[in-house]
C-alpha cells in the first residue's frame, strides 16, 4: 500500500493506493471514497480490533480489497488536523493514541494486548494501541502535529490527551499529576507521560477530551 495525503495540515485527506487484490483496513467511518470496484467487508469488532473502542456495541470493522486491477480509497478522520505516515519495517514497533489511527495495510498488526501495556498502564484497556508489522499506516491528529526527536539524555513531559504515538523503545513513564486526583487510564484524565530519549514522539496541538469537556460546558454536547 502507498499512501499519498493532501488537504494538510488543516483537513487532510489520505488515499490509500492499493495493488491487485490488497486489503486495508480502515477505522469504520472514515471512508470519504474508493475507485469503482473496491469491496467493503465489514467484520465484528472481535479481539484487538474490539478494544479499539470503549463502547459497548461498537460499528463494525471495515476492511476494503482492490479487485484485480488496483485500486484506491480516501480516508479522512471525523476531526480536523493533520495526517502522519509511518512506516512499519518490522523491527521497531509503535504504541497509538486509539483515536489517532485511521488505517492500515493489511500486514501490519494492531495489538492492545502488547506486554508493554501491562508496564506502562497496569491494564490492558488503556487508551492506546500498539502497532507493529510492515507497511504503511496512517495517523491523525487533531490539529497539528508536531515530531519531537530526543537525543540521548533529554526528557519532555506531555499530557496524553496531546500525544498521538511513540517509538516502543522509548523509555516512558506515565504518572499521576497529583496525588488524590480523579485518573483514568482509560482516557489518560489526570495523568502525564514523561519521555526519555532517545527517540520519536508524534503530538498534537490540540486536545480531543477537551473539546468535549468545552462542548459540554457550553451546552453542546447535549441532544435535544
Known sequence: MQVRTRHTPGFGVARLLLAPAEPVQVEPGAMLATSYGISIESKP??????????????????????????????????????????????????????????????????????????????????????????????????GALDVVTLRAGEFITVQPGHVVAFADAMQTRLRAVSQGGHQSVRTGEGLVFDFAGPGIVLTQTRNPLGMVHWLGANGLGQRG
Open 45 to 142: 469488532r472481535s479481539g484487538l480490533l474490539k478494544s479499539l473502542t470503549r463502547s459497548n456495541n461498537p460499528p463494525p470493522a471495515a476492511v476494503f480489497t482492490a479487485p484485480a486491477e488496483g485500486g484506491w480509497v480516501d480516508v479522512a478522520p471525523s476531526l480536523p488536523g493533520d495526517l502522519h505516515v509511518l512506516e512499519l519495517d518490522g523491527t521497531a514497533g509503535w504504541c497509538v493514541a486509539r483515536n489517532a489511527w485511521l488505517a492500515s495495510a493489511g500486514t501490519a498488526r494492531l495489538d492492545t494486548q502488547w506486554p508493554g501495556f501491562r508496564v506502562l498502564l497496569g491494564s490492558d484497556d488503556g487508551f492506546l494501541t500498539h502497532l507493529g508489522g510492515t507497511g504503511a499506516a496512517v495517523l491523525a491528529c487533531y
